[in-house]
């Protein structure tokens, strides 16, 4: 069934205040009283003094609209270089407009994320069990680039400490540009000026958004002369 916009960020605050940070209680006057009983009606919540639960049907919903919000914040991160300030506004007026199955064609879009942009967790959905690769991606761990394949850093996945903080002293922060240079017998990749090392571990945990390489600025010509253009992997004689 189709809910209010309000009636959706009551079950986002629901799921984490209950199955993220593990609270025993939420109480209705935190959560708006219409929004709730547009809840309850459809069955999504349950209350009993003053106390609000998600109930077996409604904890599936809540996750689905968590899961939207945070890859409406990483598309609109990775790919459309949203601002921090306006991220998470305009990732809650998206995420009301993703359809069922959308978002998980998002998600391939993205390489199955396993956090937003905050760092916190997007609930998995069933393309990442089923590893869909259909869609063309546009984000990859750097594990699976090709040796001269390119890009951005979109985000690093690491959930051991000390691996982040390598990350970390390495320079290897969102929106920085690499380049894989090879994959055995270790993943070298060039950052800038420098050229890094990493195991396979390192090398899963960087996400990166591919990029076209960019087009050499010309010199100026005269008109008609020696015009050429770009296309896929070179250079293409124009006409004269």
Known sequence: MSLSERAEEVLETLWIAIEE?????????????RAVD???????????????????????????????HRL?????????????????????KFEHLLNRGLDDNI???????KVCPHGKPIPPGRCCQEEQVEMRRLVYPLSQLAPGQQGKVAYVYAAEADKL???????????????LIQKFPSYIFEAGHTQFAV??????????????EETPELPPVEAGKHRRRWRGRGWLPGRQ
Do not use: W
């Not at 270089?81 to 306006?86: A, K, L, Q």
């Open 165 to 179: 903080r390598k990350l970390i002293a390495l320079g290897i922060l969102p929106g920085a540009s690499l380049k």
């Open 38 to 68: 547009e809840l309850l009606k459809a069955g999504f919540v349950s209350m009993s003094d003053n106390i609000v639960a998600l109930t077996a049907t409604g904890k599936p919903e809540a996750r689905s609209v968590v899961r939207r």
């Open 199 to 212: 195991d396979e571990q390192v090398a899963d945990a960087i996400y990166v958004r591919l990029v076209d």
């Open 107 to 113: 998600c391939t879009l993205l390489g199955h994320p």
């Open 72 to 92: 409406a914040e990483r598309l609109l991160h990775d790919v459309l270089g949203s601002e921090e300030n306006i991220m998470h506004e305009a990732a809650c």
């Open 21 to 33: 940070n593990k609270k025993d209680r939420v109480l209705l006057d935190t959560l708006g009283k």
